[in-house]
């Protein structure tokens, strides 16, 4: 069974630009979720979805966004990139049953310029 | 809002020997799951061990267990034997009964290194 895959895995942004990273989750889970892990601020929560719609939101400015497909597939985007948004951006799934465990992708690294 | 505190930002223990890592969060529910995962250099987030809260016995996977203090708000991972190939950041993360998020509150990680 393949694992959470994830789009690019690199990749380099001029500030200003807008960047869309993909996530396709374990064959059969519906949930999706995004983190973003910086050496400052650590593992943050991003959003999560399930069927198509998002559940929770984490503490980020609206040029943070996402999307699920009915494929269960997720996209996010970052509109606007600062220097600050340079990050490894973690995207997990899992199959929303009660005490399931959530899996991680091997991530997307994005350096702004 | 729930928090998870790691209090030790490296560790480090020779190979085959026992390491403790600690972890403490705070929270008002009664009812949650707790996770350790492992982050290698590959950066891949690999779940170690889970318990949860209304198990009173204490979650073991092979070399690895942990020491579940509910009432302290306490969750230690204990490595027996420990192996070159445990060398990584691990995470203590807190996640809130189903139904409402599958959110994983994370701490800030401890690293840890084997020295062979």
């Known amino acids: 069974k393949a694992g959470v895959t994830q789009t690019p895995r690199y990749l380099i942004k001029t500030r200003g630009q807008q960047v869309t990273l993909s996530c396709s989750p374990i064959s059969g889970h519906r949930s999706v979720s995004w983190y973003q892990q910086t050496p400052g601020q650590g593992l943050q929560f991003l959003f999560e979805?399930?069927?198509?719609?998002?559940?929770n939101k984490g503490n980020f400015p609206g040029r943070f966004s996402g999307r699920q497909f009915s494929n269960s597939r997720s996209e996010m985007n970052v509109s606007t990139l600062e220097l600050g948004d340079s990050a490894l951006y973690l995207c997990a799934s899992s199959p929303w049953a009660e005490g399931n465990t959530i899996y991680f992708g091997e991530g997307s690294w994005l350096t702004v310029v | 809002a729930q928090t998870v505190t790691q209090s030790q930002p490296e560790m480090s223990v020779q190979e085959a020997e026992t390491v403790t890592l600690s972890c403490t969060y705070d929270?008002?529910?009664?009812?949650?799951?707790l996770f350790w995962y492992k982050q290698p250099p590959s950066r891949q987030m690999i779940l170690v061990i889970r318990q949860e809260a209304y198990k009173q016995q204490n979650a073991t996977e092979n070399r690895f267990s942990v020491n579940f203090q509910k009432a302290a708000k306490s969750f230690s991972l204990k490595i027996s034997d420990s192996q070159l190939g445990d060398a990584a950041m691990y995470f203590c993360?807190?996640?809130?009964?189903?139904?409402?998020?599958?959110?994983?509150?994370f701490g800030k990680g401890t690293k840890l290194t084997v020295n062979p």
């Open positions: 929270t008002s529910e009664s009812d949650y799951y």
């Open positions: 979805y399930f069927s198509e719609t998002q559940r």
């Open positions: 993360a807190y996640r809130a009964p189903q139904g409402g998020s599958e959110k994983l509150v």
